[in-house]
């Protein structure tokens, strides 16, 4: 027979300050164009100054500054024009005193200029000869050789996933690969004796089909992580425990979405607790959806056992997962979440001392609270985001302005 | 030699307004553990109701409610225990007047149970009889067979790109597959003369590498699509063609990051303006950085000709070329940008009738702005994010709230 449960729930906070384990993925290289997104192992320095050259930032003549000192509309200044700078080539006429070249945006100043005058302050006079009406100053029109990117700077740090940008500065500099963290890879295991495979078409009653594992598997890879559904286990703590251990060889962090029954979830934390040292971190988080959550770490792999019920287990991935999943992945400063602020539609009662996630809907800066039993997944699908009653809180009012963390 | 330039200026929001290709991407078939983040080509709706068979939502005992009525610790009622059901099984015994079938939390209900009493409320009375001591009311402790999605409902809508929860939704219904919006073939073709492949280790004087073309496959496989990088042309009116309309075959957007220099920047839409109908849409946008952009439609096929620098293009792109793309792939609803309020460490000089982009760090609630030449691509880099000066505003004073968009 099933009796009471106890459990020492640590807040969420508390799970996430403390719940700390060392492992972090290996190190790999990738190519560039395969790096969006992954997490350098290292900062990556320039191996050369950019631009490289001094470049014109505008359509027009590269001068010396000096021979446009005092000129305006009414005294314009009169330069030979002796060339022109080709895209892409090496500048071969030079500037001398008095004269001046022809320069494309993004052309290589020719040796002798320190400034581009912009072909808007400059008219033909005659044929070679161009009129200058507004003086320029040395660096005027151009970009210096290092301008963009000083010898030895840091292209991009370390532990921040690589954005588009990042890439194209990196590409820029000539860096076609670099050292990146694996995605970690995350071991997720289905159990319970009525969970049949999503893939099964008619269900006896009694049967459900796994969406935790897919949806879990959704989660990890946009954390980061590399996903590795090893299929569903019967309540059963040798094949448990046996589908563990083999999960531990070859996974960075290794999920188990737990059977709903209590019997089932004290199977799960008696298989962990024997898994290796150092063991269980907590039994039981004081969140809603969720307290029945286990942290471990045994033998270097973070173990994670997740409420029965889909939506639960969504939920509290989600919030105590996933930052541990970015931790081993290296990923020090984890990409900016969506979020909003909204006027709650109607209160939300919650108990002190305990974290709610309250599913809502989002229309027109109005968060309309999902409310249903927790293992109702279309809640969770429903939902445009969630909102967070603190542990202090004894529910939110109606009205209340909250934030809302979106759903992407 | 350069001359001025003229540009019929849209706003972006015009622009956005005005200019709407007919295009989509093709519809496709996938499995369920690849539709992350995929788009729906129509709603799906449930195979059949779910859970499908009335399920325990508690620890306890499945009872008829009239046996509980009226009971009260004081005056407990008292049921025979004639079963249990199993985990995935389907329950063989009923509960008939009088007596109790043991049930764990998401088995499924004995026949003649409309109630599950907490074990909670329960204590064994003598071997084979429990004590209930609060009654239950019809329902309480269980989800009805179709709780969670009545028959005929819609699971996941079209339109919206599928995330982790959809999927886990998806399965539950025994959702194995699903149409989908083909990931839209974005062609990126790189010109200039002076441009070169970023795998170039040595630059001449002159040379840049192609920076672009890798940032704008990021942005490209951000929001769905499918980047197809077509190399470098040189600023030759016959090559670009020759290039547009061999990747016009194959792809359903077609970008050109154009050569920096005017003359390339004509040639570019000289040649987009003879590919087909209806051709160009506009040739400038009232943004700063990006003016020189191009949106045109030619035989059924978008094309953007993106200004030459780095920094401009990937801005222009990401405003102006991502809706487009969502767009193309039936994406009516994109998911939410990451945003935040901050304050504006400095004054932000505008002009008034233009967008200016201007890109910020973020540090603890303070936008930083970084301003730099916009050729300088380590601006963006070092960027968190950007804030967007309206046309109609001269500026943003120092110290104003902002809203700034968060780079991923």
């Known amino acids: 027979m099933p009796g009471h449960e106890f459990f020492t729930a640590l807040t969420v906070a508390e799970a996430l300050r403390g719940f700390r384990p060392g492992r972090r993925s290996a190190v790999e290289i990738v190519p560039l164009d395969a790096a969006l997104h992954r997490v350098p192992a290292a900062p990556v320095t320039t191996p050369a100054p950019l631009p490289g050259f001094a470049r014109a930032t505008v359509d027009g003549f590269a001068v010396r500054a000096a021979d446009t000192f005092g000129v305006s509309e009414g005294l314009p200044g009169y330069l030979d024009v002796i060339g022109a700078v080709r895209m892409g080539a090496t500048p071969t006429t030079g500037v001398r005193p008095g004269t001046a070249v022809a320069i494309p945006t993004g052309g290589a100043l020719p040796p002798g200029a320190d400034a581009v005058v912009m072909v808007e302050y400059t008219q033909e006079a005659m044929p070679g000869t161009i009129e200058v009406v507004r003086p320029a100053a040395p660096g005027d029109g151009l970009v210096r050789a290092d301008e963009d990117v000083p010898a030895g700077a840091e292209l991009v740090p370390a532990g921040r996933p690589l954005r588009a940008q990042d890439l194209g500065l990196l590409a ?66 040798g094949l448990l425990d046996e589908a563990l251990r083999a999960a531990m060889k070859t996974c960075d962090l290794a999920v188990v979405s737990a059977g709903s029954s209590v019997g089932a979830r004290d199977e799960t934390a008696g298989v962990v607790a024997g898994l290796g040292p150092p063991g269980i971190f907590c039994h039981g988080l004081a969140i809603r959806p969720g ?41 020090l400063r984890p990409p900016p979440e969506p979020r909003t602020r ?16 309250v599913q809502v809907r989002l229309d027109d800066g109005v968060a309309e609270p999902i409310f249903g039993h927790s293992a109702l997944l279309s809640v969770l699908a429903a939902a445009d985001g969630y909102v967070l009653v603190p542990e202090a809180a004894t529910g939110l009012a109606a009205g209340a302005e909250v934030e809302v963390v979106l759903y992407q």
Chains 1, 2 share one sequence.
């Open 291 to 331: 307290k029945p959550t286990l942290l471990a770490e045994c033998d270097g792999v973070p173990v994670i056992g997740l409420p029965g019920n889909p939506l639960s287990a969504l939920v509290v991935f989600r919030l105590v997962g996933v930052p541990v999943l970015r931790r081993i992945g290296g990923c």
């Open 342 to 357: 909204a006027r709650l539609a109607r209160q939300v009662p919650s108990a002190a001392g305990r974290l709610d996630v």
């Open 172 to 237: 820029a500099a000539g860096v076609r690969e670099l050292a990146v963290h694996a995605r970690p890879a995350v071991a997720i295991i289905s159990t319970g004796d009525e969970v049949v495979p999503a893939t099964t078409t008619a269900l006896r009653p009694g049967q459900v089909r796994d969406a935790t594992a897919v949806a879990l598997a959704g989660l990890v890879a946009d954390a980061g992580g590399a996903p590795d559904p090893r299929g569903i286990v019967p309540d059963d703590a």
